[in-house]
Nanobody
């Protein structure tokens, strides 16, 4: 049974930092890109960041570029999202997900491109 479990969410003041972690189990995803998405209240779930299956390249939404860093450890089956200089508009439930395609060569930024999802972790940034 495949499971993705996010952790590390919480409340922080604007300008602060949080580090989210996603642990996968049930099968290995070392050949799949991994992504982070977020969903604010009343909004759709949006792409935040993705990392190539090899870990050698990353891709970010414009809104988080330069502030967030995605990383992965295939030996530990984890993917992290370091979030710095947080803003109130970063407040959302954050989800990690695995891409449908193995050994992908183009970036997946749509929900439909991802197969397995975690349950989400809440991030709240106060001004």
């Amino acid at each position: 049974q495949v499971q993705l479990v996010e952790s590390g969410g919480g409340s922080v003041q604007a300008g602060g930092s949080l580090r989210l972690s996603c642990a996968t189990s049930g099968r290995t995803f070392s050949s799949n890109d991994m992504g982070w998405f977020r969903q604010a209240p009343g909004a759709e779930r949006d792409f935040v960041a993705a990392i190539r299956w090899s870990g050698r390249s990353t891709y970010y939404a414009d809104s988080v570029k330069g502030r967030f860093t995605i990383s992965r450890d295939n030996a530990k089956n984890t993917v992290d999202l370091q979030m710095d200089r947080l803003k109130p508009e970063d407040t959302a439930v954050y989800y990690c997900a695995t891409s449908r395609v193995r050994f992908g060569s183009t970036w997946s930024i749509f929900n439909k491109d991802y197969e397995y999802w975690g349950q989400g972790t809440q991030v709240t940034v106060s001004s």
